[in-house]
């Protein structure tokens, strides 16, 4: 039999940064009664990501966000798009450079 489910999961975000949303997914799937399947995940937002990472180790986190500020830097006189700030057109093209959707077996 094929079973199919839907859930809009809300994130409260404070600003920039990674945000561990395991949990929220976690409890929502066990609510399924799910032995097998896939999971997918899509984000409807422009200018935010979804990644599978470690995290175990903050460091992770942390070095990540290092790594996308040089890459694209808040501000780049590079970029005319800011319309919601100095951070509006890095945050887009650090979505480009990730994903949006994910599927994960479960």
Request: hydrophobic residues 40%; proline residues 4%; glycine residues 8%.
């Given at each position: 039999m094929l079973r199919q489910a839907q859930h809009e999961l809300r994130i409260s975000a404070r600003g920039r940064?990674?945000?561990?949303?395991?949990?929220?997914?976690?409890?929502?799937?066990?609510?399924?009664?799910?032995?097998?399947?896939?999971?997918?995940l899509h984000l409807r937002h422009t200018s935010a990501s979804l990644l599978?990472?470690?995290?175990?180790?903050?460091?992770v986190r942390r070095d990540l966000e290092a790594f996308f500020s040089r890459l694209v830097?808040?501000?780049?006189?590079?970029?005319?798009?800011n319309a919601e700030g100095d951070d509006d057109m890095p945050?887009?093209?650090?979505?480009?450079?990730?994903?949006?959707?994910?599927s994960i077996p479960a």
């Open positions: 940064g990674f945000y561990e949303i395991t949990d929220q997914i976690e409890r929502w799937l066990s609510g399924q009664n799910v032995e097998t399947g896939l999971l997918t599978i990472q470690e995290n175990a180790d903050p460091d830097p808040d501000g780049d006189r590079l970029f005319v798009h945050a887009h093209v650090r979505t480009a450079l990730t994903a949006v959707n994910l």
